[in-house]
């Protein structure tokens, strides 16, 4: 089982980017998945996830109308389009899948990518 993120880079703030991770090894359209960020220093974060429909998604109040997760059963893929984005913003960003739906702590999620930078400049 492996989760790839990729997309990350670095951005001016204001800026866009969109991160992707892709599930191999078995399916996960029926698990939870999300995207959770770790700045130097800090304790990783939880940042959005997506339910294994696609149609229920929850945001952490920092990120709420710029950020949005979506997902794509048929290609295993999870992503995050981030808007607006902040200095604040700027961590690694893991996306991880649990087999629970409605979890947002690290300890919940089974499977972890391993993480992309992204760094937002002012």
């Known amino acids: 089982v492996q989760l790839q993120a990729s997309g990350g880079g670095s951005v001016q703030a204001g800026g866009s980017l969109r991160l992707s991770c892709a599930a191999s090894g078995r399916t996960f359209s029926s698990f939870t998945m999300g995207w959770f960020r770790q700045a130097p220093g800090k304790e990783r974060e939880f940042v959005a996830r997506i339910s294994w429909s696609g149609t229920i998604t929850y945001y952490t109040d920092s990120v709420k109308g710029r950020f949005t997760i979506s997902r794509n059963n048929a290609k295993n893929t999870v992503y995050l389009q981030m808007n607006s984005l902040k200095v604040e913003d700027t961590a690694v960003y893991y996306c991880?899948?649990?087999?629970?739906?409605?979890?947002?702590?690290?300890?919940?999620?089974?499977?972890w990518g391993q993480g992309t930078q992204v760094t937002v400049s002012s």
């Open positions: 991880a899948v649990a087999k629970l739906p409605f979890v947002y702590t690290p300890n919940e999620y089974d499977f």
